[in-house]
């Protein structure tokens, strides 16, 4: 597994996932994880993916699993729940003990159930939705540490976890060096023309000083 430093993590930390996106988008990178949103608007979470894998059960009952207890503090939790919004697999226990644990955050694809718990307590969650209907004996987990897929996008462990508001970005982990230099690239020039409109130029001058319309454009190798 890719080891991404902490001064990486810290930058990227500091950026948003508009940015991050755009940085993806110019190196060819598909990072962007569909319909995953924030439950408790303004958290944000940066971190280190655990993935987590379910299926559904079969004749013979499987478990929602405890894999919580191998989580690692500043680990984001991925949840690969196959987009199923018929079943939760993340309740109140599982928050508390999050929080307990120190843990970044957790990105579902799928839903959470007891969300006033998630608001209380501040966690960082991101879902397709919320639903009430508990996935035991419904859905199981099969593996953790392995690849997955969220919205489509492969997230693997180690691979590095940036949500806000805006929605939730992947980043693969010996790539995010790249992606960090180039958002703040991006970031800093996106802040020019904030400054330069504010002093007057119009939105076509500042676009053009700074190259605005290919800021994410992958460059063309020949």
Not at 190 to 219: C, D, F, P, V
Request: aromatic content about 4%; proline content about 4%.
């Amino acid at each position: 597994m890719f080891q991404v430093s902490s001064s990486v993590m810290e930058e990227l930390k500091a950026l948003d996932t508009t940015c991050v996106s755009d940085a993806l988008d110019k190196l060819g990178i598909i990072g962007g994880l569909l319909g995953i949103g924030a439950v408790v608007p303004g958290t944000k979470i940066c971190g280190r993916a655990f993935t987590v894998h379910y299926v559904p059960c079969g004749t013979v009952k499987g478990t929602v699993g405890d894999f919580l207890d191998d989580v690692q503090p500043g680990e984001v939790v991925v949840i690969d729940n196959g987009g199923r919004t018929y079943c939760t697999v993340w309740g109140d226990i599982m928050t508390i003990l999050s929080c307990q644990k120190k843990v970044a955050g957790t990105v579902i694809d799928g839903v959470c159930r007891d969300v006033p718990g998630i608001k209380s307590l501040g966690y960082p969650m991101f879902t397709k939705g919320v639903y009430m209907v508990t996935g035991k004996d419904r859905v199981e987990c099969d593996a953790v540490n392995v690849p997955v897929a969220v919205s489509g996008v492969q997230v693997r462990p180690g691979d590095i976890i940036l949500g806000d508001d805006s929605g939730v970005v992947v980043v693969p982990a010996e790539k995010a060096e790249e992606v960090c230099n180039i958002a703040k690239s991006i970031a800093q020039k996106e802040g020019l023309i904030e400054q330069e409109i504010k002093n007057g130029m119009s939105l076509r001058e500042a676009r053009k000083k700074t190259g605005y319309h290919n800021l994410q454009t992958r460059a063309v190798t020949k």
